[in-house]
């Protein structure tokens, strides 16, 4: 059993009591890997910066490479690696060649790339895997096969050419994907009905901490929602206003401005078309009732910071809207109470953060709100790419109870709907006890 590799500032007790949840599945202590081909499905669904196609940030790379990956090595399995990286159609849909290089590097052992999911190239690289030519095989990104993403069950998925093909040629499926599992893919949820299967070390330790906080965590709990995925953001919101799982909800980035602009205020031309691109008005019905029913519960920024025709940051009150420059960040107003609640808070969920943080001058509410969690007594879990990104560069990450590296995966689970990939892996247990 290994402790928590997501996150460092954690309490003993905590961690204990997340090693006695029943999670429903197998994990890696019930296999001995040693000889064994090894089916590992990962997220390594990199943010790619769209001018270089070079990847911005390498958390879930890394934290699967340091876990998972580097354990299966040592207990002596050959590893064959399923991934994707973008869905089609959109611009950072490309190849897994990257990926195996940029592997090779943090583990100082060449991952070998072809590419193919499940062909006569796949077939002939996963023999030499088994034959000991390779010790790790990277396979094309699975979003490639054409049937990987069609609506079917796990055991409709099973019956599938990769699936079938795949499994025939592996030994045992470890999922490790946690970021992708609510989507109920071929790779995700139909080897569990071929193949002897258990969870990963990020997938293990991500329903571990989660299902502890919306079981065990202490009140009173704050849930920090910002960043610009809206719809996520209404739907969590809404759930925590029905079940009374949030004693408070700070609202801050695009997300706050969403609820600005529901309780009443013109955000100024700029900024609510903007808002209206990004999908904001079609929500904005769902974000009045939001507020009229949950109101209580719900922070939204009292002041905001902009940016000048001269690229300065200026602060200003609600009172000065509407304005006619961007919105960029949360003002000093905002982030003094976002600071009260994070005192008052014993546990802390932060999905999305509050600014532009990539830029110096609309990183101040970002950096003060992750300082603030960083030194309380809390118990504190983040999530989602970019909210990832911004504690990598200000530092704070290794301060967090729990860094989770999933987004939607993250959302969904915390509204405790069950995941495909972990019911998948769930029915598999149950089949083979």
């Known amino acids: ?178 970021a992708a599992a609510h989507r109920a893919n071929a790779s995700l949820t139909g080897y569990p009905y071929v193949l002897p299967s258990c969870a990963g070390r990020v997938m293990e330790w991500e329903v571990r901490a989660i299902t502890w906080l919306l079981q065990y965590s202490e009140k009173p709990r704050l849930y920090i929602v910002g960043g610009a995925k809206l719809d996520d953001a209404i739907s969590i919101c809404k759930h925590l206003g029905e079940t009374s799982k949030a004693d408070w909800i700070f609202t801050c980035g695009l997300i706050g401005n969403l609820y600005l602009k529901a309780a009443g205020y013109n955000l100024g031309e700029i900024n609510e078309k903007f808002l209206e691109r990004k999908g904001g008005f079609l929500l904005m019905e769902s974000a009045k009732e939001v507020l009229n029913n949950y109101g209580d519960k719900i922070f939204i920024p009292s002041d905001l910071a902009v940016e000048t025709p001269k690229g300065e940051r200026v602060e200003v009150p609600l009172s000065a809207l509407p304005i006619n420059m961007p919105i960029k960040d949360i003002g000093q107003s905002s982030c003094e109470i976002a600071e009260d609640l994070i005192n008052k808070a014993r546990t802390i969920i932060v999905s999305g953060p509050p600014g532009v943080y990539e830029e110096e001058q609309f990183s101040i509410g970002t950096k003060r709100i992750f300082k603030a969690i960083a030194f309380s007594d809390a118990f504190s879990l983040a999530g989602g790419g970019h909210t990832v990104a911004a504690l990598n560069l200000t530092g704070y990450a290794k301060y967090f109870s729990h860094i989770s590296t999933g987004g939607g995966a993250l959302i969904e689970m915390l509204m405790e709907k069950e995941l495909p990939a972990i019911e998948a892996l769930r029915k598999n247990h149950k089949k083979s006890s």
């Open 1 to 178: 059993m290994v402790a928590n590799p997501l996150g460092s500032k954690i309490r003993e007790d905590i961690l204990e009591s997340m090693l006695k949840i029943d999670l429903g599945f197998k994990t890696m202590d019930d296999f001995d890997f040693e000889g064994k081909i090894v089916l590992l499905r990962t997220d390594m669904n990199l943010p790619l910066d769209p001018k270089t196609n070079m990847p911005i940030d390498l958390t879930r790379m890394k934290v699967l490479a340091e876990t998972t990956l580097t354990e299966l090595l040592v207990r002596g399995a050959r590893v064959v690696i399923l991934t994707h990286q973008g869905r089609p159609g959109d611009a950072d849909f490309t190849t897994t060649d990257l990926h195996a290089k940029i592997l090779t590097k943090m583990l100082k052992t060449k991952v070998f790339y072809v590419p193919d999911v499940y062909g006569p190239k796949a077939i002939e690289a996963i023999k030499k895997v088994r034959e000991g030519a390779y010790r790790i095989l990277m396979l094309e990104n699975v979003r490639t096969d054409p049937e990987e993403m069609i609506k079917r069950t796990g055991e409709d998925h099973s019956k599938s050419k990769q699936v079938q093909t795949l499994s025939m040629l592996c030994d045992i499926y470890v999922n490790d994907a946690f």
